[in-house]
């Protein structure tokens, strides 16, 4: 079972043309607890012009 939920999210450019970064709306990041610094797998379908972020967690090694 799939707890899928389609979200618009808005995406911005950095002037510099380096990187580019989506906007999450305060009621998601409130459903997901996103404090900020998390990390995401994002996985590209160019021929379908979608775009799906997974939030995951990020093990660091010390």
Avoid: C, H, Q, W
């Amino acid at each position: 079972m799939s707890n899928d939920k389609r979200i618009l999210v808005k995406g911005y450019l950095r002037p510099d043309g380096t990187s580019y970064y989506v906007s999450i709306p305060k009621e998601v990041r409130e459903m997901l607890n996103l404090k900020g610094g998390e990390y995401f797998v994002m996985k590209a379908k160019p021929e379908k012009s979608k775009i799906s972020l997974t939030l995951v967690d990020f093990s660091d090694e010390e």
